[in-house]
């Protein structure tokens, strides 16, 4: 579903991604993790050209994206992205907030869009939210405006970097619980996390950056529990 081949990344002289290879398949959860500045963000900002690569390839459902507007604007119809600080529109509600995608990128119609939106709010548990601005919100209700909002491009992927690492720790679990329901019901998603519980959980598949490349990939139970890479031990000792 999501293909990516030999990706580099520099800012200015700093090489940030040296050839990252990422393969996603339909439904699988990928979780990355790896130390902070390993290149995770800059990986998924790439990956949906929020930040143009130097070089390498992404491929979408087999379509290689092209640096051309027409095909980044479709990309962004697939592959949508919920960010740490969860990026809502601080002047519009939040059912304003998700509606803002179907409306404006896809051109639906305003009254299926608040049909969709309503659906899509009662689905993260903020139907009763729907009408207030995101100021009033807790950051995990925040977060979970902007999953519903995310989910409102009806994407094939969505991409999650350390969706829950901006909160307090009581309200990890509401956010969590909300990817854990999409999980189950098949979503395409590669997740950046430093929750190794959760990753544990969900994770299809693990894969751990370090200074800019993939060092080591496998399950759950292989990375974690048996690591072929001693940098990747070293990391894991300091998360958990
Ligand atoms: P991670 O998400 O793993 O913490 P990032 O992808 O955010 O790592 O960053 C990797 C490296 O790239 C860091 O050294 C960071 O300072 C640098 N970097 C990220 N974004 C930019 C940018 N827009 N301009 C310059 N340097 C950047
Ligand atoms: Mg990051």
Same mark, same amino acid.
């Given at each position: 579903m999501v293909e990516v081949k030999n990706l580099k990344k520099n800012f200015g002289t700093l090489e940030v991604l040296k050839g990252v290879d990422l393969k996603v398949k339909?439904?699988?959860?990928?979780?990355?993790?790896?130390?902070?500045g390993s290149g995770k963000s800059t990986l998924l900002r790439c990956i949906n050209f929020l930040e143009m690569p130097n070089s390498g390839k992404v491929y979408i459902n087999g379509e290689e994206v092209k640096k051309k507007n027409h095909d980044i604007d479709s990309l962004r119809r697939k592959v949508s992205m919920v960010f740490q600080h969860f990026?809502?529109?601080?002047?519009?509600?939040?059912?304003?907030?998700?509606? $803002? !995608?179907p409306t404006q990128v896809t051109k639906m119609s305003k009254v299926k869009a608040t049909k969709l939106a309503k659906l899509l709010l009662k689905k993260v548990g903020l139907e009763d939210k729907a009408n207030v601005y995101p100021e009033?919100?807790?950051?995990g209700q925040k977060q979970r405006v902007a999953i519903a909002r995310s989910l409102a491009m009806e994407p094939d992927v969505i991409l999650f970097d350390e969706p829950t690492s901006a909160l307090d720790p009581e309200l990890v679990g509401e956010v969590i619980a909300v990817i854990n329901d999409l999980a189950k019901e098949g979503m395409t998603m590669v997740i950046v996390t430093h929750e190794i519980w959760f990753a544990r959980e969900v994770a299809d598949k693990v894969?751990?950056?370090? $200074? !800019?490349?993939?060092?080591?990939?496998?399950?759950?139970?292989?990375?974690?529990?048996?690591?072929?890479?001693?940098?990747?031990?070293?990391?894991?000792?300091?998360?958990?």
């Open positions: 339909e439904k699988d959860i990928v979780v990355i993790i790896g130390p902070s990026n809502l529109f601080p002047h519009k509600t939040v059912i304003e907030n998700v509606m $803002e !995608g009033m919100l807790s950051g894969i751990v950056m370090d $200074e !800019g490349v993939i060092i080591e990939e496998g399950s759950a139970d292989k990375v974690f529990n048996n690591p072929d890479n001693e940098r990747t031990a070293q990391f894991l000792k300091q998360v958990t």
